[in-house]
């Protein structure tokens, strides 16, 4: 069973930025990074898919998320011109691939595997 952990969450004013990383267990899974604000559905903010990366409306264009394979298997979440409403706790999260193909889908239910979430804080 894979293990995840997430780090580099923190306070931040608006317009700024930080890198958020997932230190992953064991390579070979389908990753995404999902974030949560109280009382609200857990949100997909880039999920790794069969026809690439796929980032919610919101964050396009300020956020990326890459992979490194290297040594260990890490992935990180690229935060730039962050806003008030990008604050969430944020969550690396993980499924195994189906066939060797990651799945369509940007919903938490299709997840298995998640980390216990690191807290971002963007003030105005």
């Known amino acids: 069973q894979v293990q995840l952990a997430e780090s580099g969450g923190g306070s931040v004013q608006a317009g700024g930025s930080l890198t958020l990383t997932c230190t992953v267990s064991?390579?070979?899974?389908?990753m995404a990074w999902f974030r949560q604000v109280p009382g609200k559905e857990r949100e997909g903010v880039a999920t790794?898919?069969?026809?690439?990366?796929?980032y919610t409306e919101s964050v396009k264009g300020r956020f990326t998320m890459s992979e490194d394979s290297d040594t260990n298997y890490t992935l990180y979440l690229q935060m730039n011109s962050l806003k008030p409403e990008d604050t969430a706790m944020y969550y690396c999260?993980?499924?195994?691939?189906?066939?060797?193909?990651?799945?369509?889908?940007?919903?938490?239910?299709?997840?298995?595997?998640w980390g216990q979430g690191t807290q971002v804080t963007v003030s105005s």
């Open positions: 064991t390579y070979g899974y389908c």
């Open positions: 790794f898919t069969r026809t690439g990366i796929i």
């Open positions: 999260a993980a499924v195994d691939p189906v066939r060797r193909r990651c799945p369509l889908s940007t919903f938490s239910a299709t997840y298995d595997y």
